[in-house]
């Protein structure tokens, strides 16, 4: 996954509690949503689980 980023690519980490298990729909909504971002530009997404001992990416 980390070899498609580019070197140019924004990194966004969302703080705060993240139901992780939410899919890719339920997390690109969150990006829409809370950020106003688009989910679709070249970007990464990280969020972070309860424990903080886990993180899901959003490419």
Sequence with gaps: MLNDLAADA????VTGYTDLRRGIDGLSTIVQ?????????KALFL???RRCDRIKGLL
């Design 10 to 13: 924004q990194v966004y980490l």
């Design 33 to 41: 949503a809370q950020l106003r971002l688009n989910p679709f530009s």
């Design 47 to 49: 969020f972070c689980g």
